[in-house]
């Protein structure tokens, strides 16, 4: 099975800190996705990445970057965190252009 | 954004009865798909179904698909308390390399 892992569960951080959310996919996927989750908003798509070193905004990139220096391993990083970046942070892969997508378990980030 | 709507946001049913979530959207896809997300957890896929197909089945589940109008219905039939969940569709657009999930529908099951 397809694995998608995320690395913390929970995290709390202060305004401010600068933040790395890691993901690691087992399967040699191309395409790696972060979406954030809020109630009422559904999931709304951050950054993606369809190869190493290639990064494509999505819907509200404002306020994150990414980085992918290896296929398995696509990183979201909060340059400086704020309150309203509180949230579910869902990771996500897929092998090929209109497949479907595995996730990872999310993170729950609270900034404070 | 072309995020797509489901309806109704939420649904309360007793076990065995079927439960009935629509999906609108507004461009042309390549597919759309059906994703479960337990509380709090990450979400998993469900079916896909192509823009050429019609309806599709995989076990208790069945989703039609109607590009002229532009909206998916996801069925589940004979429920159980263990479906309970929130369910999203996923619209994958022609001409995009990435896919835009509605706001959810929270189903419960009463047991």
């Known amino acids: 099975d397809v694995k998608v892992t995320q690395s913390s569960r929970y995290l709390v951080k202060r305004t401010g800190e600068k933040v790395f959310l890691e993901c690691v996919q087992d399967m040699d996927h191309e395409n790696m996705f972060w979406y954030r989750q809020d109630p009422g908003l559904g999931l709304r798509l951050i950054y993606f990445s369809y190869d190493v070193k290639m990064k494509e905004k999505g819907d509200i990139p404002e306020g994150y970057s990414v980085s992918r220096e290896k296929k398995e391993r696509f990183s979201l990083i909060l340059e400086s965190a704020s309150t309203n970046q509180t949230s579910m942070y869902l990771c996500a892969s897929r092998p090929v252009l209109f497949g479907k997508l595995f996730f990872g378990s999310g993170t729950q980030l609270s900034v404070l | 954004s072309q995020q797509g709507e489901e309806d109704p946001q939420a649904l309360s049913i007793q076990e065995g009865e079927n439960a009935t979530m629509n999906c609108s959207y507004k461009?042309?896809?390549?597919?759309l798909q059906w994703y479960r997300q337990n509380s709090g957890r990450g979400l998993v896929h469900l079916i896909l179904?192509?823009?050429?197909?019609r309806e599709k089945h995989s076990g208790r589940l069945r989703v039609t698909l109607d590009t002229s109008k532009k909206s998916s219905s996801l069925l589940i039939t004979a429920s159980r308390a263990a479906d309970t969940a929130s369910y999203f569709c996923?619209?994958?657009?022609?001409?995009?390399?990435?896919?835009?999930f509605g706001t959810g529908t929270r189903l419960t099951v009463i047991p």
């Open positions: 179904i192509r823009s050429n197909e």
């Open positions: 996923a619209t994958d657009e022609t001409g995009a390399n990435n896919l835009f």
């Open positions: 461009t042309s896809i390549n597919n």
